[in-house]
Structure formats: C-alpha cells, structure tokens
C-alpha cells in the first residue's frame, strides 16, 4: 500500500490548528472557544504522533505525548467548563462581551 | 573578699520602677499618690545606697592600702570583636559610691520637696516619672563599667532633662530653652562619641578599667600606637581626650557651650536645683575624674581642662554680678563652681599630696551639690511665694519665710567659702592646690572666689533685705515637705565640711590627709569677707550705689547684662552663617535634586503606566491575540534569529 506522504499529514494537522485559532478569534460563545482550543490540541496531537511514524518508528515517546495531552485536555475541559458555569451564573450569559468589568 | 553588691542594681532599678509606674499608669490611676509612690521607691534607693556607702568605706575598706575597684556585675552585651565588646555592668569605685549618695540623697530631697511645689499641676504624675527617669540615667552613668554604656547613659540624661526644662510646654521660652539645651549638649556630645570612638579603637576596649591600665602604660602597644599617630600635628591621645573633654563641658556648661544652662531655668524650680544644679551638670566632672589617670599623663588635654575650667569660673562670675533674675544668677554660679572643679582637676598630679586637687575638685562637688540644692530649693520657695523671679520685686523678705531666709544665708556662706561652713573646706583645698601648681590659676581662683562672695550676698540681700514690699501669699513656708528638705540639705551644709575627705578619695585611691593651713585660708577668707562687705554697702538698704558703679563701668556693665555677647554670636553663627551658606544650598539640593529625581521616576512611570493602560482592555480575545503574536515572536525569533 502506498504511503501517504509526511506533508499530507501536516498539511491536516496545520490546518486543524489554524482553524482553531480562527474559532478561538472569531467566535464569542465560550463553549465553542473551549471547542477551539480543543481542535488546537489536538493538531498537536498529529503532529506528535506523524512525526513519531515517520521519524522514529522504533520509539513511543509521541503516543506517550498525546495521552498525556488527551488526559491533561480532559481536565482543562472540566476545569473550563466549571468557570463557564460560574460565568452564566454571575452573569447570565456565557458571551466574553458580556463580561469585560476586569479592565483598567 | 565576698562579693555579695548585687543588691546594688536595685539602686538604679527603683527610680526606673517609679517612672514606669507614675508615667504608665499615674495619669489613670494614682493621680495623687503617684508622688508619693516615686518618694517611697527612691526612699529605698538612698537607704540602700547610703548602707553600700557604709559598707564599701568602712566594711570592706582598703586592700593594701587603696579602696578595691568592685565590679558588681558584668554582662557583654554587643561583642564586636575578640577584644572589643559593650558591656553593661556596675562599678564601684570611691567616686561612683561618692556620686551614688549624692545622687540619691539631693534627688530624694527633691522629691518631696517637689510634694508640696508640685501640688495642683496638671501633669504631677508625669513631672514625678521623669523625675524617676532622671535619676535613674544619672546613676546608671555613674555605675558604669564601660565607656560606651556611660554614653548612653549620658544620652538618656540628656533626653530627661530636656524632658523636664521643657515641662511647661505650653510657654515658648521653655520649649525653646528645652530645644536650646538640647541640640547644645547633643552638639558636644558628638565630639564626644568621636574621642570614644578613637579611644575604643585605638585602646582596643572600651572598658574603662582596662583602659586605663593600657593607656597609663607608657610602654604598652596600644599606648606607643595612640601617641604615635597625629592628626593635624597632634596626637591622637591628645585629640581623644579633648574630645571627650568637650563632651563633658558641653553637659557641665563651660565655657563656651555654657549658652543653655541660664536658659534652662525654664524648668521648675526644684529640676533645677536637682538637674542644673547638683547632678547633671557635674557629670563632666565625673567624666574627667573617670578617665583622670589618662588626663594625668597627657599634659596638653590636663591644660585644656585647666584653662577652660579657669576661664568658665571667672567669666561666669562676672555675668552673675550682673543679673537680675534669681533663678539664672544661680545658674552662673554653677557654671563658675563648675568651673572650680574643672580647675581643680587640671592642676592636680596623681599620687599622694600631689593628687590634693582631684580630692580637692571630688569634695567640692559633694559640697556644692548640697548648698547649691539647698539655694535653689529656696530660690523655688520664694518663686512660688512671689510669682516672679526678677529680683526688683523682691525685698525684706526676711519677715515673711524665716525659715527660707536662714537655710539661703547658710547656704550663701557655705558657697562664699566662710569657715565654718562646707564650701569653705573644699574651696580652700582647690585653691591650695591651684597654689602648689600654677600661680597665675591660683590668682584668677582667688579674686573668683571673692566675686562670688559678692555676687551671692547681692542677691541674698536684694531678696531678704533692700526695699519694703508688701507680702501678700498665702502658701508661706510652713508644708513639712518643704522644710524636711531644706532643714536636711542645710545640715549637710553646715556639717559636710567637717568628713575627711581626701580619707576616702583620692587619685590613686590611697589615704590622703589634708592639712589644714591656716596661713593660707587667710587670702581666701579675706577675699571673701571682702566681697560680702562690698555687696553689704551696696545692697543692704536700697541706695544709688549700685547705679553709680553700674554706670562708671558703663561698657563693661553692658557687656557683662548681655552675657559677654554669646548667644548674640552663635545667633549670628547659625543665623548668619550656618543657615544661608550650608542649609540653603542643601535644601536646595534636597528640594530639587533628591526630590526631583524620586518625582522624576514617579512622572516617568505614570507616562508610561497611562500610555499602555489601554492594552488592559477586559476582552478576552484581545489577550489571546497578544499571546499568540508572542508566540510568534518568540518563534520567529528562536527558528530564524537564534544563532
């Protein structure tokens, strides 16, 4: 079988990142700020584990990486989604326009 | 020897218990009896102190011959190095068990003389703590074993009287003489703490003791090293010793920063008679006959005591001829008695006969500290009867304070040096001795000594006698309290003259016996008869005497009722000089340089703060765009710049 080529795979996972960053940019609605993030992540999470196929095959030290990165996202979403309850219930509404009170 | 003194420290400890008390809790709670509470502690002091007298002199009495140096107690308290450290302790030597009872008899005196002066005054409880606090410095800095720790005694002494010159702090004459006493003696005691500092360094303790012994010691290293170095052409021994020379005239008022001491009669009556009178103002004294064995081999610092001693007693005494304010004719007679014992010490040798002059200077300054007291404890009786210190308004008072008038004439005899009362004694002795050494001194001391004579009969006549007024008080004399302390200090006026004194100190704490010469008491007696009866023709009923002398010594006269121009010259100095061409350019340059770079960095970080405040926007998107330009940067940076 044909390999796909090494710059395929980045070419995903670049693009995966760079719509998360235009999501995290352009979308006000917390949640789908949190779901950006997690599209960020997990363009990292390519990236380590097509540079280990490709570059090293005999180690693991990439799949090690993204499990620890899946985990750590798990609980940055559960710690994200606690400051998104505690938004609403403070301001009843989970827009960051709404709450901008911590300026100069 | 058994060295049982540690009851010793309870003597400075019980006048530091009465100020704590009287000035913690005297306002709220023991109003009225907190003067009764201070008298009862320093009761105890004086008992005590009077049985460690008893028992140092007679009980243990001399080791081969000379009284022991016993040191109670001694704690190091800051160690700088192997050699040099800050102790605190208790000496007892002849002079500090001397001073002890002086300072504990005269402050106890005070103290209920104080009962009935005090009485009614809005702040009794605080003038009876620092009254405490007083006594409690000045015996801590004559039971000092250490240079440094007889500093900070020095200092708290200081503290306290400005304390209590200050006392009426609702006049401005008070808290400027208050103010005036103070930056002077602080003024001196620079100089002072500069000599400690060479001496420390040089002599490499500061124990005094050992001191002593290193510096007395010609062939010592640290002796060779002292005299060695020079400083502008002079000895470092030298330049140290007239340092902490200056120290002691600055507290004992010579000349010339005796300007405070007139100004300090401010204070109440009976402060004065403690503080300005009998204690304080002799710790210069103290502080030469401390450190007299160094004084001794240094010849050029002796002479400066001698000559500054002389000067201040002469020019004293004439200034006091003048005067029309009880209080400070007073004031210029302690500064001229002073000025008698300083004398005293610089013409005195060390050992044996040769050592009369240090007895000589000791004794006057156990006797002065009594009759001296004694006058102004009557000065204070007559003030509070008068309401006025100006002799103008007083006259034939002998009718109406008997009592006062007696004790004042002992005590004007016992200072003219009459026989037989106790300044005689003592003021023959330092004339004997100035004779034995420097005829010139013993001149100026003589014709000194017949002033005095004058001045002191002047003012007692101007009150007792003179013109008729109409007496109308109703405090009188007849309180216990006053005429306990007047009838005590009299007696030891009368009496005091009569103990062997140079027995019990002398330089090298040998026995010397003075001999009583009476050839020689003959000048002294005439000198003195002679001034009595000059101020008796002139001021025992009133006449146009005075005013004609006055004025055929016009300029003179003048120059004397102004006090000889001092404080109109350091008026000038500060005024003048100190102030336009050293304060000014330094305000200036604290004005505009210190504060003007501290405003600068204010300014600049308030630019800048308000310039970039914006980027504090509040939005969160905002934020993560900053970071990921960082990122970028940061990126950019470590891939493409980083070599």
């Known amino acids: 079988m044909n390999e796909i080529p090494l710059s395929h795979l980045l070419f995903v996972s670049t693009a995966l990142f760079f719509i998360g960053i235009f999501g995290l940019f352009t979308r006000r609605n917390m949640i789908t700020m949190l779901m950006s993030i997690e599209l960020i992540l997990n363009s990292v999470n390519i990236n380590f584990i097509v540079f280990n196929k490709y570059l090293y095959p005999e180690k693991m030290d990439g799949i090690f990486f993204t499990i620890f990165i899946i985990a750590i996202a798990a609980a940055e979403a559960a710690v994200a989604i606690a400051i998104i309850i505690n938004l609403y219930r403070s301001h009843q509404s989970i827009d960051v326009e709404d709450a901008e009170e911590m300026r100069y | 020897m058994e060295n049982n003194y540690s009851y010793i420290a309870l003597i400075p400890l019980l006048p530091l218990a009465g100020f704590l008390l009287a000035g913690l809790f005297g306002k709220k709670y023991f109003r009225r009896s907190s003067g009764l509470i201070a008298t009862a502690f320093l009761l105890i002091a004086t008992l005590l102190s009077i049985y460690a007298a008893y028992y140092y002199f007679f009980k243990i009495g001399r080791v081969d011959g000379v009284y022991p140096v016993v040191t109670a107690f001694k704690y190091t308290w800051l160690r700088f190095s192997e050699n040099l450290s800050i102790d605190m302790g208790l000496i007892l030597d002849p002079i500090s068990v001397m001073m002890m009872v002086v300072i504990t008899f005269v402050s106890l005196m005070v103290h209920v003389f104080s009962l009935w002066y005090m009485k009614g005054e809005e702040r009794y409880s605080t003038y009876f703590s620092f009254l405490g606090l007083f006594t409690f410095s000045m015996l801590g800095l004559v039971i000092s074993t250490n240079i440094f720790q007889l500093y900070m005694f020095w200092e708290l002494v200081g503290i306290s009287s400005y304390l209590l010159i200050g006392f009426y702090y609702d006049r401005p004459s008070a808290v400027a003489a208050a103010k005036k006493a103070f930056i002077v003696t602080r003024f001196a005691d620079l100089a002072f703490l500069i000599g400690i500092l060479i001496l420390g360094f040089q002599g490499e303790t500061l124990d005094f003791a050992t001191l002593i012994q290193r510096l007395s010691d010609t062939a010592s290293p640290q002796f060779i090293r002292i005299t060695g170095a020079s400083f502008f052409g002079i000895s470092l021994f030298t330049w140290a010793l007239s340092l902490v020379f200056i120290g002691g005239a600055g507290k004992s008022a010579m000349l010339p920063l005796h300007i405070w001491l007139p100004d300090a009669m401010e204070g109440p009556t009976p402060v004065s008679a403690l503080i300005h009178a009998a204690t304080m103002v002799v710790a210069g004294v103290y502080l030469v006959a401390r450190l007299f064995p160094l004084y001794h081999i240094n010849h050029v610092s002796q002479q400066l005591v001698l000559y500054v001693g002389t000067a201040s007693a002469l020019f004293a005494a004439v200034i006091a001829c003048t005067q029309t304010d009880i209080k400070r004719i007073l004031a210029y007679s302690t500064m001229s008695q002073i000025g008698f014992m300083m004398m005293a010490l610089g013409v005195s040798g060390y050992s044996e006969y040769h050592g009369l002059g240090y007895a000589a200077s000791l004794f006057h300054l156990f006797t002065h500290a009594f009759f001296k007291s004694l006058l102004f404890l009557a000065a204070?009786?007559?003030?509070?009867?008068?309401?006025?210190?100006?002799?103008?308004?007083?006259?034939?008072?002998?009718?109406?304070?008997?009592?006062?008038?007696?004790?004042?004439?002992?005590?004007?005899?016992?200072?003219?040096?009459?026989?037989?009362?106790?300044?005689?004694?003592?003021?023959?002795?330092?004339?004997?001795?100035?004779?034995?050494?420097?005829?010139?001194?013993?001149?100026?001391?003589?014709?000194?000594?017949?002033?005095?004579?004058?001045?002191?009969?002047?003012?007692?006549?101007?009150?007792?006698?003179?013109?008729?007024?109409?007496?109308?008080?109703?405090?009188?004399?007849?309180?216990?309290?006053?005429?306990?302390?007047?009838?005590?200090?009299?007696?030891?006026?009368?009496?005091?003259?009569?103990?062997?004194?140079?027995?019990?100190?002398?330089?090298?704490?040998?026995?010397?016996?003075?001999?009583?010469?009476?050839?020689?008491?003959?000048?002294?007696?005439?000198?003195?008869?002679?001034?009595?009866?000059?101020?008796?023709?002139?001021?025992?009923?009133?006449?146009?005497?005075?005013?004609?002398?006055?004025?055929?010594?016009?300029?003179?006269?003048?120059?004397?009722?102004?006090?000889?121009?001092?404080?109109?010259?350091?008026?000038?100095?500060?005024?003048?000089?100190?102030?336009?061409?050293?304060?000014?350019?330094?305000?200036?340059?604290?004005?505009?340089?210190?504060?003007?770079?501290?405003?600068?960095?204010?300014?600049?970080?308030?630019?800048?703060?308000?310039?970039?405040?914006?980027?504090?926007?509040?939005?969160?998107?905002?934020?993560?765009?900053?970071?990921?330009?960082?990122?970028?940067?940061?990126?950019?940076?470590?891939?493409?710049?980083?070599?």
């Open chain 2, 380 to 643: 204070g009786v007559i003030i509070h009867n008068i309401h006025s210190n100006e002799m103008r308004n007083m006259g034939s008072l002998r009718r109406f304070l008997p009592v006062t008038h007696a004790v004042f004439l002992i005590a004007c005899l016992a200072i003219s040096g009459v026989p037989p009362f106790a300044g005689f004694f003592s003021k023959e002795e330092i004339l004997l001795a100035a004779y034995n050494s420097n005829k010139i001194v013993f001149g100026i001391a003589l014709f000194t000594s017949g002033l005095t004579a004058f001045y002191m009969f002047r003012l007692y006549f101007s009150i007792f006698w003179n013109q008729p007024m109409e007496f109308h008080s109703k405090h009188g004399e007849m309180a216990a309290s006053i005429k306990v302390p007047l009838l005590l200090l009299a007696m030891t006026t009368v009496f005091g003259g009569f103990i062997p004194f140079g027995h019990y100190i002398s330089a090298d704490g040998a026995r010397l016996d003075t001999h009583f010469h009476l050839v020689f008491s003959i000048a002294p007696v005439v000198f003195a008869l002679a001034g009595i009866l000059m101020a008796t023709l002139l001021y025992k009923n009133k006449n146009g005497r005075p005013d004609r002398l006055a004025s055929a010594f016009a300029g003179f006269y003048q120059a004397a009722w102004k006090k000889f121009y001092f404080d109109e010259l350091y008026l000038f100095i500060t005024k003048k000089i100190v102030f336009p061409l050293v304060g000014k350019p330094a305000a200036w340059i604290d004005r505009h340089v210190i504060d003007g770079l501290m405003n600068g960095i204010a300014t600049a970080t308030g630019k800048t703060s308000s310039l970039i405040k914006g980027l504090q926007s509040g939005k969160v998107q905002n934020y993560t765009l900053y970071f990921l330009a960082g990122i970028v940067t940061l990126s950019v940076i470590f891939i493409y710049l980083w070599k």
